[in-house]
């Protein structure tokens, strides 16, 4: 279960000693050992010992109002030049006293979930970030913590729009939460290499637009799936862009390597007036996050 503000006061993210700011939740980060099974033999009884130890993941959730230093931090892992930091997650009571602190040693992120766009609502949005640290231990934390004065930015649900070359993106009223993944190959020794073997798989995306705006996106469909003109030279490039409320960027995902591969209706029921809306299936090479 993931630990918020509300069920246990607040914390604060530190990476290698520089203070970053307030996470919205925080789950996992304690010491696993693996439960070994020993060959059944002339006992009734099987024998069980405890095998390797290592840290559980420690999935962080936050928007934008951390220090760049994070930000830069997953936009160099979708570059494929992740770095292992050290760091620690400090709890305070409301009035901001420490209480303890997870400190965590060598973490590379894995695991990067970017939230759904949604044009019909105004719910404030958060990244969620898993790291994989080397190894985790709780401290004794005291004193009354000073953090940095950060200007909140406020990032709604409904503040963003769509650019994808040679699209209408003007109707598009949703983008699916995605994940980008960053797979690495076990490695043995005092430290990792972070970028041995280094696998990202950036994910498809979905896209939901009025039918009244989807006749590029039908055109593309034709070419690309139907007559089989799928070559790189006919896919595309885009963007998520993310806004505050009064519809300045606060940052964007760029996308390279588009092509489409579904395009059909949003299923609607026979008893409701609703508009009539397309879903577009879209695979995609390289994202780059520019918050």
């Known amino acids: 279960m993931a630990l918020t503000p509300r069920t246990a006061g607040r914390f604060y993210l530190e990476l290698d000693g520089l203070p970053c700011g307030f996470l919205r939740s925080v789950e996992g ?32 959730t936050f928007g934008l109002s951390l220090a760049p230093v994070v930000y830069d931090w997953i936009a160099e892992a979708w570059n494929g030049k992740r770095s292992a930091r050290d760091g620690a997650i400090v709890f305070t009571d409301a009035s901001l006293q420490r209480r303890k602190a997870l400190a965590f040693e060598a973490a590379l992120i894995t695991a990067v979930t970017f939230p759904t766009q949604d044009g019909s609502s105004k719910d404030p949005c958060y990244l969620t970030v898993t790291i ?79 039918e009244s705006g989807a ?10 799936v139907v007559q089989g ?7 595309n490039s885009g963007a998520l862009v993310v806004l505050d409320p009064g519809l300045q960027e606060l940052g964007r995902v760029k996308f390279e390597g588009l092509g489409i591969h579904r395009l059909d209706s949003e299923k609607v029921e026979a008893s409701k007036d609703a508009v009539a809306r397309v879903v577009a299936d879209l695979y995609c090479e390289r994202m780059e996050l520019a918050l």
């Open 132 to 210: 994989q640290p080397e190894w985790t231990k709780a401290q004794k934390a005291s004193g009354k913590l000073t953090a940095p004065a950060v200007k909140a930015k406020q990032w709604l649900a409904c503040n963003f729009r769509v650019e994808i070359d040679g699209l209408d993106c003007k109707r598009v009223s949703k983008v699916d939460a995605f994940t980008v993944e960053l797979k690495a190959v076990d490695q043995v020794g005092d430290r990792r290499d972070p970028d041995v073997d280094l696998k990202i798989d950036f994910p498809g995306l979905r896209f939901t637009l009025a």
């Open 29 to 60: 980060g304690s010491v696993k050992a693996e439960v070994v099974t020993e060959p059944p033999g002339a006992e009734h009884f099987l024998k069980k010992h405890l095998g390797t130890a290592a840290p559980e993941p420690l999935v962080l």
């Open 229 to 235: 003109n799928c070559d790189d030279a006919h896919e």
């Open 215 to 224: 006749a590029t996106w039908r055109r593309w469909h034709e070419d690309f």
